[in-house]
């Protein structure tokens, strides 16, 4: 509860800095790269939205929106310039960061990133939405108070956020997710022996579809709810309508399911339509 009245109480700030600051300005930048020429992607905004895919040519591009709000127009735009995007390479690492002056006025940018496919991503990111697309070189997303999806990934995926809810579909390989006050629905077509899947939020609901194939161990728990395996024939080392644990196959990967005030649901994949989670 303390965590939604301080989302609250911040969207009522903005709501007033919006009310007094009613010009916005903004610009767009676009960079762009080989896509032979870096391996791992590292984006860092705030207060925006961020969109990843893949992209089909020879050349990747990274747009950034950056926004600003002032008083009156020359405000805006005074304020707009004062937004920096700093560039850099370093080995094959490709790192854009949007540098923000100190500013209770409202301002922030969006990224639209179109990269290949087998590349590493790292988005780092506040109070906007995250959405990666056919990335499978792995993908880590940090935010807050912003919902997060993943559709057809693969490789290593982290997510942390706040206040939100994460869809993750049709990944392939390890999963760790952190939120809070929201739920978490995630679809694993694919968990290899030497990974681990690690879901955790509170005052939310948890639905994990594995596939049929999994070998994994099993640790479940919510505070208020209920538990439930279906689909696989799972021997049970404890099981009650808080808590299981449980071994499905020789138990060669890790998976770990925790909430609060929340039912948890694992499944297989199979028995649903095409791996989509209800």
Known sequence: MRNRTGLLAGTGLLALLACLYTYKADATDTFSRAVESFREVNVETKNGAVTVSPVAES???????RYAYGK??????RRLEQIAVRESVTGEEWHLRVNFPASSVPQGANVTARLPENAEVSVTTSNGRVSVAGINGGVAVITSNGSVEFTGTGGDGYISTTNADVHVRVHEGGMTVNTSNGEIECDLSALPAVKSVSLNTSNGRVVLSLPPDVSCRITASTSNGTVVITGFRAEYEEQSQIRVRARIGSGASSVTVTTTNGDILIQNRSHTAGGLIY
């Open 72 to 77: 009156d127009r020359e405000d805006a735009q």
């Open 59 to 65: 050349v990747a591009q990274i747009q950034i929106l």
